[in-house]
Structure formats: C-alpha cells, structure tokens
C-alpha cells in the first residue's frame, strides 16, 4: 500500500509542479527580495534599555511573548493594548520550537520577566526571534504575492494575475513591512485571502464552503488589526443580491451560507482576537482604540481632519494622493482604465472594487487622520486592477515581446525606484556607522544621554551607559550644565515631524544650544546617508535617520578615529572640526 501510494505522488508530483510552476517562481522570487534584507535593525540586547529594534510599531521580539504570557500564564498590570492578539498568537507559535531549543540545551533555563529574562545569550537570543519574526512577514508578504496573482487569474487570466503579482512585488511598502513584526503585512495576508474567496464568489457563485471561508479570513484579519473590519463592511451589499439570486435560480439554499458565515466568523474573532481567551484585556483594547483623540494625533504629527464636508473632502483626497504616491502614476492609470473598462464591459468584477470604498468610507473618513502605511488594502485592490489596465494597455503593443516587456518596465518603474531606495537606505543606514564611530571613540563606561524613544538609538556596547535625558527646556539645560553625559545623541524619532532633526522630546532651544557650543558640547560627528529620494518614504523617520554626536568638552580626544576614516565605509559621515 505504502509503495503504491508513493508510486501515485511520483507521478502526480510532477504534474503538480508543472501545473503551478508560475505559482511557485513567484512566491520564492518575493521570498528572495524580501528576505535578503531581514537583518536590518535588529536588537542588540546588551543592556535592559536595548531590547528594541529599530522598526516603530513591531511587536518582536519581546511584545508578542510578553502578551502571550499574559494571556496564557499571568495577567500583568500593563498590557499592551494598541492591536488584538492574533499575530501575538501566531509568533508565539513560531518561537515555541527555538525556545523548547534553547531550554534543552540549558540556554533558557529559568524565563524570567526582567533583563535578561532567563537567557544565557539575551543578544544572540533576541535576534533569533526577532529573525524568526521577521521570517513570518516575509511568509505572508511572499503570500500576499501570490494571492495577487491567484485574484488576477480568477477575474480574468494569467497575464494580469502575473502583472497584478509584480505591482505588489515592487511595492516599497511591502518590501519594509515584511522585513519587520509590524502588522501591516499580517493585516494585508489575511485581508487578500479573504479577497480571494470574494472574488471566488464574484465569479462562481455562493456556497456554504465559500462563505466559511471568507467568514474565517475576514475575522482573522479583523483580529490582528482592527481598521482591517472597514474592508468588509459593506460587501453584504454585493453578497446578499447574489445569494437570493441564487436562492431563486435554486443553486443555493438562502440560511445555510448566512448562518454558516456568522458562526465561522464570530467563533473564529473572538478566539484569535483573545475575546475568549481574556475578554478583560479585550474589552480594555476597545476602550483604548474608542479613545484616541485629537490631542493624542496631534501630538504625533499627523493632521486632524474636522467632520466637515471640507474635512473630508480633504482627508480622501490626501489618502488618493498617497496611493499614487506608493503606487505611481502609470499604475493608477492603468488601474482606472481597467475600471472604465470593467464598469462598461464587466460590472461584476467591478464589484471587487467595494471593498476598497469601504475601508475609505467606514474606516479613513470616521477616523479623521490618516498614516500612509493605511493605503496598503486599497493599494493591494488597486495593483489588481492595475494587472487587468496593464494587459489592456499592451495589446495595443500586439505580438511584440520587446514592446511589452518595456510597458512593463515603465509601468514599475516608479514602485521599484522607491524600493531601491529604501533598499539602500536600509542596508547603509546611518547608525550602522555611528555605531562603528562610538565603538572606536567611546571610553570605557561612557556616558551617552538621549532625548525621546531610545527604539532608535544605534547599538551600544555593553559597558555604555544610557540616560534619558529630561523633557522639559530649564531641567535638560540645568543637568547637561551639572551632570551632563560624555556625548549626547540626538535624531529623531516616531514623535518628529518630517524635516525635524530631533525628538519632539528635545526642547527646540536645547538643540540649538547643543550646535553652537553654549552648553559645554561640540557637534563632534554626523551621519547622515543622502540617497535619491527626498521625501520621507515611511510615516516615522525609523530607517536612516540623521544622527548627531555631541562631546562633552574636556573628554580626551577620540582614539583609532583615521582607522575608522579610513575603512571601507561609504562615505556618508563626517568629522566636524
């Protein structure tokens, strides 16, 4: 029986492979773009304030085992409350077999809660999860991939499932978010599965089988970012006509895929959400999102749109600026040729476009703000149109191969432009070389003070000190006069706004002070890696960001400073005399 079953997969496998060869060269092409740049930033846990990595927002490598021990083991005073506990669940998942590794081998022999939690290498040990993390977003970015290409196909065919797949693919988006714990590509996974089924179901029908199933991928998504619910408000508008259409044509029966994508959804959010699991935790979630006000967006940088015709008039059209920002503008125009063309040729699959004026309409709009990373869903729909405008618009080119594989090139030129970019950026960010700096020119225990998140600090060695330094203008300026640290940092970080050099946290005449010399300190090195593209490619400056060195006056002058001039860094720092 074994050998004949094995005999049937010889002669099966083949096949399969050839049948989805396309299927396959996608997703490990993304994998491979993807994955090549997931040690950016990791932690460089020497010390308890170091556990960080650079990326604002990441739930790795200790947030997601943080919740998890809270909802499995011991609830703690101050959960994290910002998102549900999905994706906490899903890397906790991922982690179990390295941590079961690091306890079998006596490396992880008593966990604790405080630095360095048990580990006998917390640096090596955080970087591995963090890496493991990482490699979970680049699973679901390579997914999402090839989602695009599976709706592509099933709308119309392969040619614009495979353009729909390379517009994802060149998004600089995508490849940022899958080399962090963010949950953006998380979000986006799920969301495209469900999307999926819907247009399963735009083309072929309801059934019982597919209504579970966008019920599942649909409260998923919901359950490991909560603006995912927007996408999926108002598509009963489409699914209800085309469930008692059926119902009438008797190929369907009219309760069963109702009930059946009630009790999916419903079982399946409340255990991956943790409603089930803690509802107390839950329930303080929904009071924390409910509850963020104006002052608190404010307060991070970002415009707050009133409930005026105005208002939101101005918020839609600032969320349709940054998709042709993220997108291009060939791309968008490719877009809505295919939705001119659908609504005149295909209204069906226009109706793959709903989700997409749902997440503006019952998510963006009631929000008032907005975060550029929040187009992702709508420009994930949009690349999808835009698969089906490509294909149009090629076969204006006729047979030629050379005609269009340079509309294709042009056509992704500018996604794949920002993408190289912030490819560079990452791979020669500018605390890669600070840190090279300090680590030469740093005494023994050297002090090191900072304003704002230390997320964003370089790595340090452990023997360095850190102090946050304080907030308000009179006390910063009376302690770096009294007991100022050896150098100060200064960069900005998540609280800046765009252009600022500095911390929110940094007082603006503190700054000043520290650049002209008035508070015992000189701008001792800058590092600052210029690249092509100007404009801030993320909502938070947490790829490259400038960073400042000041020295305190009277420190002995810097040691193996021409060795570290002279080494193969890309001159993008200077000495400043």
């Known amino acids: 029986m074994f050998k004949k079953r094995m005999n049937y997969l010889g ?35 020497t010390g308890p304030d170091r556990v960080h990595v650079w990326s604002f927002d990441d739930i790795s490598p200790l947030p997601a085992l943080t919740e998890g021990y809270q909802t499995f083991v011991q609830a703690g005073p101050n959960p994290w409350l910002a998102y549900p506990l999905m994706h906490h669940f899903v890397l906790v998942v991922a982690y179990v077999p390295y941590l079961a590794w690091l306890m079998l081998t006596g490396q992880f022999a008593s966990p604790s809660a405080t630095y360095p939690y048990g580990m006998q290498d917390p640096v090596a040990s955080l970087q591995a999860l963090t890496i493991i993390a990482r490699l979970v977003s680049c699973l679901m970015a390579a997914g999402v991939v090839l989602v695009a290409y599976r709706i592509g196909l099933t709308l119309w065919g392969k040619k614009e499932g495979i353009f729909a797949s390379l517009v994802c693919l060149s998004s600089y988006q995508m490849l940022y978010y899958s080399r962090t714990g963010n949950l953006e590509i998380p979000l986006l996974f799920w969301t495209s599965l469900a999307l999926l089924v819907y247009a399963n179901i735009l083309m072929s029908g309801i059934s019982l089988k597919r209504a579970v199933w966008l019920a599942v991928f649909a409260a998923m998504a919901v359950a490991t970012k909560d603006q995912a619910a927007g996408i999926f408000l108002l598509l009963p508008l489409i699914l209800i006509p085309i469930l008692v259409k059926e119902w009438r044509a008797k190929k369907t029966p009219l309760w069963s895929p109702v009930l059946g994508f009630l009790a999916a959804g419903c079982a399946v959010y409340a255990l991956c959400s943790g409603l089930a699991l803690d509802p107390k935790r839950y329930f303080a979630h929904v009071n924390f999102i409910l509850n963020t006000n104006r002052e608190h967006i404010g307060a991070l940088y970002t415009r707050w749109y009133p409930s005026t015709l105005s208002g939101m008039t101005d918020l839609t059209g600032a969320f349709l600026q940054s998709l ?98 912030l490819d560079l950026q990452m791979q020669n960010d500018s605390r890669y070389k600070a840190e090279k700096w300090l680590s030469a020119n740093m005494a023994k225990n050297s002090s090191i003070g900072y304003f704002g998140s230390v997320k964003a ?98 420190i002995p002058p810097p040691v193996a400073l021409e060795a570290y001039q002279n080494s193969s860094t890309p001159e993008s720092s200077r000495r400043i005399q």
């Open 11 to 45: 002669k099966r496998l083949p096949d399969r492979l050839s049948a989805h060869k396309t299927e396959y060269l996608l997703f490990f092409l993304a994998l491979a773009v993807y994955v090549s740049g997931i040690g950016w930033g990791l932690p460089y846990a």
């Open 324 to 421: 042709v920002w993220v997108l291009g503008p060939l791309i968008i125009a490719a877009a809505c040729l295919a939705l001119a063309h659908s609504g005149w040729r295909e209204p069906r699959k226009l109706a793959f476009l709903l989700p997409a004026a749902s997440y503006l309409l019952t998510m963006i709009l009631p929000m008032h703000y907005m975060y550029l990373r929040y187009v992702m869903p709508v420009a994930f729909i949009l690349a999808v149109f835009s698969g089906r405008g490509m294909a149009l618009g090629l076969r204006l080119a006729g047979q030629s191969r050379l005609a269009m594989s340079l509309g294709v090139i042009l056509m992704l030129a500018w996604p794949l432009g920002l993408s190289l970019d």
């Open 457 to 554: 600090m370089p790595r340090l060695r452990a023997d360095a000190r850190l102090i946050s330094l304080p907030e308000g203008a009179s006390s910063a300026f009376d302690y770096l006069q009294e007991n100022g640290p050896d150098f100060v940092i200064i960069l900005p970080d998540w609280t800046s706004a765009p252009g600022m050099q500095h911390s929110s946290y940094c007082p603006d005449d503190i700054y000043e002070k520290l650049n002209d010399g008035s508070l015992g300190y000189t701008l001792d090195a800058r590092f600052e890696t210029k690249y092509f593209i100007e404009q801030r490619l993320l909502d938070y400056p947490s790829v490259n960001p400038p960073v400042r060195i000041f020295m305190k006056a009277g």
